[in-house]
């Protein structure tokens, strides 16, 4: 964990992927070198190939020149991103149970009205009305938990890049 923390926003992923990898080519482990060595080396191409993916379809990162705040992942960056997440994942808590179930399977899942109103067995007008009442009070409750109205806006703003983003990161 603490090779990927300040490297990137979800080091959780990365740990997780690390020993998953490390699992799957035990057989390459040669006792040559300690464990510790091949488990680095496994982290260290982990997190070559995750920089790898963030680049784009060309893929084309040269780590030994880039840094971690030029991949976007700089330590403030990532704090701002946990703050966020946080503050997120709070509001969404106090939403009754309903309406954050309608907010993540629109924003997470991307359902649309008419597939909302198919899984929640509710009119498309009834979904509308209750997605809009739902985000409205999410609004207020990510307002009232913020500690500063830039991290509210920041939050309410990158909403649906956040979702994504986690989804992403679920689906991985």
Same mark, same amino acid.
């Given at each position: 964990m603490r090779f990927f923390r300040d490297k990137v926003s979800e080091p959780a992923d990365l740990v997780q992927e690390t020993f998953l990898?490390?699992? !799957?080519?035990?057989? @390459?482990f040669r006792?040559?070198?300690s464990f510790r060595?091949?488990?680095?080396?496994?982290?260290?191409?982990?997190?070559?190939?995750?920089?790898?993916?963030?680049?784009?379809?060309?893929?084309?990162v040269d780590l030994g020149t880039v840094s971690v705040e030029d991949l976007g992942e700089s330590p403030s960056r990532v704090l701002a !991103?946990?703050?966020? @997440?946080?503050?997120l994942l709070l509001a969404l808590r106090r939403l009754s149970?309903?309406?954050q179930t309608l907010l993540e399977l629109h924003y997470w899942e991307r359902?649309?009205?008419s597939e909302l109103s198919v899984v929640l067995g509710l009119s498309l007008g009834t979904v509308k009305t209750r997605k809009r009442a739902a985000r409205v009070r999410l609004k207020r409750i990510i307002e009232e938990l913020?500690?500063?109205?830039?991290?509210?806006e920041r939050t309410l703003t990158e909403l649906g890049e956040q979702a994504a983003g986690q989804r992403d990161e679920d689906d991985d």
């Open positions: 990898a490390c699992r !799957e080519h035990i057989d @390459r006792e040559e070198a060595t091949f488990l680095f080396s496994i982290a260290s191409n982990v997190l070559g190939k995750f920089y790898r993916a963030k680049a784009g379809p060309r893929g084309k !991103e946990r703050e966020e @997440r946080r503050l149970v309903e309406q359902m649309t009205d913020a500690s500063s109205p830039g991290l509210a």
